[in-house]
């Protein structure tokens, strides 16, 4: 009883708290606009910043009222499973390349995500129901989806302005594989500095979705700790193998830009 009287007084869901989120987004694309904070320099990428919000919406509600369903059935579990993977995909290849390679980013996300989940289900540590495993399973395609994403941009960006290095290597008898890699591999690498940061910071700078989500549950501030250290150190193991990935599919031409 004392978490179903805690988290509503906390975060009451209700007309102030959808004027509150009106009042954000509208804020975050204003600025995103007025700054024109986008690649080329325009006031599009505001449009998209509210389309996003939106789209979030819509999104959770459907999941919301979606989640106990599907839970109950394992043919429904999987397909929902399957449906965040390629949803994630697609988002990530897109973003990355518009040609047809984007669909690579099928391996990072697939070959970074897919282990840890089996090593979770086969050690017990996750149950195999639906309440558990989408959650889980969400965070860590959430986790690879980002790191596929800016591994890929920041690889295939520095590709193209440092293009006469590729060939100044290709020169000197390098193989292409090497020569790409050369260039790509330090800014692919940033891509995982989000995930050090925030892991390198918890609990001194910021306190994250699960740990707080789990206090506002009712659950104790140890076994909070506990389950988001967990989620920090998988997503650290889940991104590490989703950026190698991501800048081998680079430096190999399987990933690229026309």
């Known amino acids: 009883m004392l978490a179903d009287r805690s988290a509503p007084a906390l975060l009451p869901v209700n007309l102030t708290l959808g004027a509150v989120l009106l009042v954000l987004l509208v804020l975050a694309a ?104 989408i959650p889980v399973t969400g965070i860590l395609i959430g986790g690879a989806l980002s790191a596929t994403v800016l591994g890929g941009r920041r690889a295939l960006d520095e590709l193209a302005v440092r293009r006469g290095e590729v060939e100044a290597g290709l020169a000197l008898g390098l193989l292409d594989r090497e020569a790409r890699l050369e260039v790509a591999r330090p800014a692919a690498s940033d891509a995982l500095l989000p995930g050090l940061d925030q892991t390198r910071t918890v609990g001194l700078v910021t306190l994250p979705g699960a740990f707080v989500g789990m206090l506002l549950g009712g659950a104790s501030p140890v076994l909070a700790g506990a389950v988001q250290l967990f989620v920090l150190v998988a997503l650290l193991a889940v991104q590490a193998v989703a950026v190698a990935g991501t800048l081998e599919l680079v430096a190999r031409g399987l990933l690229h830009r026309d």
């Open 30 to 133: 204003t600025v995103v606009a007025c700054a024109r904070l986008s690649g080329d320099g325009t006031r599009g990428r505001g449009r998209d910043v509210a389309v996003a919000g939106v789209r979030a919406a819509a999104q959770l509600a459907v999941v919301a009222l979606a989640i106990g369903w599907v839970a109950r059935s394992g043919w429904l579990l999987g397909g929902f499973l399957l449906l965040m993977y390629g949803v994630a995909v697609r988002t990530a290849g897109r973003r990355a390349t518009r040609n047809g390679t984007w669909w690579w980013a099928a391996a990072p996300i697939g070959v970074s995500v897919a282990p840890v989940v089996a090593a979770l289900l086969l050690t017990g540590l996750v149950p195999p129901s639906g309440v558990a495993l």
